[in-house]
């Protein structure tokens, strides 16, 4: 390696990629597994189709349910893509305040080694103010980046307003919700009163806009250790 060569950086290391690696599978393996289960009763003839129900007895639970309501669950996929979300927005704050801590400590070694017990509680501890917008903001500032990401500040507000309406249970858009978008900077494609759910596709987008952010943020940490590498 040259004086000018940087040390190579794996930001895998990194403890959001491990998780999100696992979560994209569960997102699109989840669809392969809700499609096929669904495909394979709507091919099976049953002449008493509507009385038909169904127990799994390596569950160890009395649970049965009708071969209709099995099929409208799997047909409602909303809650298991709501789930998937808010895990995926707990990743984008955790990775937050990852980035947080290695601006503040000035240990760019994170870059290339997984964080100690130590750090990751630490880590753990650090409060991130404001909504991303603020938070997020001020880290690309810092590190010298803006807000090129999939469909930008705005789509990334509109993703964690819909992560906290499902986080808290809501089930349909209220004005009060609307309002604190556009304040924000941003706009939810309801109106008042209309559900809100998710669907596969839309689910996808809004990891994709998590995902953007994040190896944004890491983008910055590559060139901020380039920075400290060649100012040797």
């Avoid at 290391?13 to 669809?31: D, E, N, T």
């Avoid at 669907?199 to 940490?221: A, N, P, V, W, Y």
């Amino acid at each position: 390696m040259s004086n000018n060569d940087a040390r190579p950086i794996d930001l895998m290391v990194a403890p959001i990629w491990p998780q999100w690696q696992r979560l994209s599978r569960l997102l699109f393996s989840g669809q392969i597994a809700f499609n096929s289960e669904l495909a394979r009763w709507e091919t099976t003839e049953l002449d008493t189709e509507h009385n038909v129900r169904l127990r799994d007895r390596t569950m160890q639970s009395k649970y049965r349910v009708t071969l209709d309501e099995h099929l409208a669950t799997l047909r409602d996929r909303s809650q298991f893509f709501e789930v998937i979300l808010i895990k995926a927005h707990s990743l984008m704050d955790a990775h937050g305040r990852y980035v947080r801590y290695i601006l503040d400590s000035k240990d760019l070694t994170l870059l290339y080694r997984a964080p100690t017990e130590n750090e990751i509680q630490i880590i753990f501890d650090i409060h991130l103010t404001g909504g991303v917008e603020a938070w997020g903001g001020k880290l690309l500032m810092e590190l010298g980046r803006d807000w090129r990401i999939i469909d930008g500040k705005a789509g990334l507000i509109q993703t964690s307003i819909l992560r906290n309406a499902f986080a808290h249970g809501y089930v349909s858009a209220t004005q009060g919700m609307l309002d604190a978008a556009v304040e924000r900077g941003a706009s939810l494609p309801l109106a008042a009163g209309d559900p809100i759910a998710l669907t596969f596709e839309q689910c996808r987008l809004h990891l994709s806009r998590i995902k953007s952010f994040c190896r944004r943020l890491d983008g910055g940490l590559v060139n901020l250790a380039k920075e400290n590498y060649q100012g040797r």
